[in-house]
């Protein structure tokens, strides 16, 4: 078996020193491969040594410039660092370079969703979910963006289908909530929803907020 192939077997087992020892080899026998740099970059950002893995990574590269797992690895340990503007930059790169997958649409679309970007984020979360319709999270994000976007009657079907696949999404019920409060004024939905994410989430601070303010002017409008 490929020496890569191989040692990503064996991260899956946990046995990371073992994987170490065959991304080393395979670097060794393919210097020009940059298949060997991402893997062992993963490995460093696996155990939280961002700097190493950022040389494998920009190695790779080096190696070969249209390498477009390298260039998402990188974007993932920017998005781990907080540095949101870079990872997008990443990314983007990444797909330039042709790669085709959910989860490359769905890192790019959150990124710029933390750069309050909503309306470029858009496409790439839907582009994520089309690919993978079973990506819960994904669908979350999308609910989120089409929110903020004020496309309320979308965020809340999607929103919806989260719950359902999840029933213990308690962010979801939170933001749910939110949208029957504000868009659909619909006070009581909004409280049940409210509840549901304390239900899931006792320490949901958020729900517990939205249910005090319905409930206080809900007692004001009844004295």
Do not use: W
């Amino acid at each position: 078996m490929d020496k890569n192939l191989k040692g990503i077997e064996l991260l899956q087992e946990g046995k990371v020193e073992e994987a170490v020892k065959l991304f080393t080899e395979a670097i060794e026998e393919k210097p020009k491969d940059p298949v060997g740099y991402i893997n062992f970059g993963n490995v460093l950002m696996s155990v939280g040594d961002n700097e190493k893995a950022k040389k494998f990574f920009d190695r790779a590269i080096t190696v070969d410039e249209n390498a477009a797992a390298a260039y998402y690895s990188l974007g993932n340990v920017y998005f781990n660092e907080n540095n949101f503007d870079e990872a997008k930059n990443q990314f983007e790169k990444a797909v330039s370079k042709g790669m085709e997958n959910p989860d490359v649409y769905f890192m790019l679309g959150v990124s710029l969703f933390q750069l309050e970007q909503p309306k470029l984020a858009l496409p790439y979360l839907q582009r994520s979910v089309e690919l993978n319709p079973e990506d819960v999270e994904a669908r979350f994000q999308l609910g989120l963006c089409l929110a903020k976007v004020e496309a309320y009657e979308e965020a809340i079907k999607y929103l919806s289908e989260v719950v359902e696949a999840d029933p213990a999404h308690a962010d979801a019920y939170y933001n749910l909530g939110v949208a029957y409060a504000g868009y659909k004024d619909d006070a009581d939905t909004a409280l049940a929803y409210f509840n549901k994410a304390v239900e899931v989430q006792p320490d949901h601070m958020l729900a517990g907020y939205g249910i005090k303010m319905i409930e206080k002017l809900k007692n004001e409008k009844s004295e």
